[in-house]
């Protein structure tokens, strides 16, 4: 099975900063690697597909870029509404792995 | 616009069984293929299952083969989780799924609790 880390496990941060979520994939996985938020009580939601793609709907503060095996979320001027948990998976081979997560807070 | 409605999570025994059920609209939903994502309390996110299109395709997780199967009823938009010799470490909110073309899950439930438990 291949392996998703995520790093940091959690971060603080403040609105207005500037965050980068890393995620590397214990083996190749080419470009098949997607981000998820998640908000405490909700379902997770669909950020970025195939490392850089945005999802409609989501604003162009989040980015991702990567493949092979180390791939990056950022976010370029933290909003709010972007304080939650935050998920890669990855869509190679089966099993779809997630990462363990990352957890953004309020600074 | 997309929906996807779970029922059926519940209290269970060690050893009991549940069956989920998952009521899709708003796409077509003979498309796609679909799967079940589960998330322990406190915990991150785990594959269980995903099934083709056509329902003739599965995969699961190794902690969920042999005691889960995956199905769908693409006559009632409708997909199902069938739980087995349930656990402890079964005990989640378990998400239907939208698999968009393999590349990621582009819809997600708002879940569904099982409790295994004595």
């Known amino acids: 099975d291949i392996q998703m880390t995520q790093s940091p496990s959690s971060v603080s941060a403040s609105v207005g900063d500037r965050v980068t979520i890393t995620c590397r994939a214990s083996?190749?996985?080419?470009?098949?690697l997607a981000w998820y938020q998640q908000k405490p009580g909700k379902a997770p939601k669909l950020l970025i597909y195939?490392?850089?793609t945005l999802q409609s709907g989501v604003p162009s503060r989040f980015g991702g870029s990567g493949s092979g095996t180390d791939f990056t979320l950022t976010i370029s001027s933290l909003q709010p509404e972007d304080f939650a948990t935050y998920y890669c998976?990855?869509?190679?081979?089966?099993?779809?792995?997630f990462g363990q997560g990352t957890r953004l807070e309020i600074k | 616009e997309v929906q996807l409605l779970e029922s059926g999570g519940d209290l269970v025994q060690p050893g009991g069984s549940l069956r989920l059920s998952c009521a899709a609209s708003?796409?077509?939903?003979?498309?796609?293929?679909m799967g079940w994502v589960r998330q322990a309390p406190g915990k991150g996110l785990e594959w269980v299952s995903t099934?083709?299109?056509?329902?003739?395709?599965?995969d699961y997780a190794d902690s969920v083969k042999g005691r889960f199967t995956i199905s769908r009823d693409n006559s009632k938009n409708t997909l199902y989780l069938e739980m087995n010799s349930l656990r402890a470490d079964d005990t989640a909110v378990y998400y239907c799924t939208k698999d968009e073309s393999g590349l990621s899950w582009d819809y997600w439930g708002q879940g569904t609790l099982v409790t295994v438990s004595s």
């Open positions: 998976q990855q869509a190679n081979s089966f099993p779809h792995t």
């Open positions: 195939v490392a850089s």
């Open positions: 708003g796409f077509t939903f003979s498309s796609y293929a």
């Open positions: 099934v083709s299109s056509s329902g003739f395709s599965t």
């Open positions: 083996q190749g996985i080419s470009r098949w």
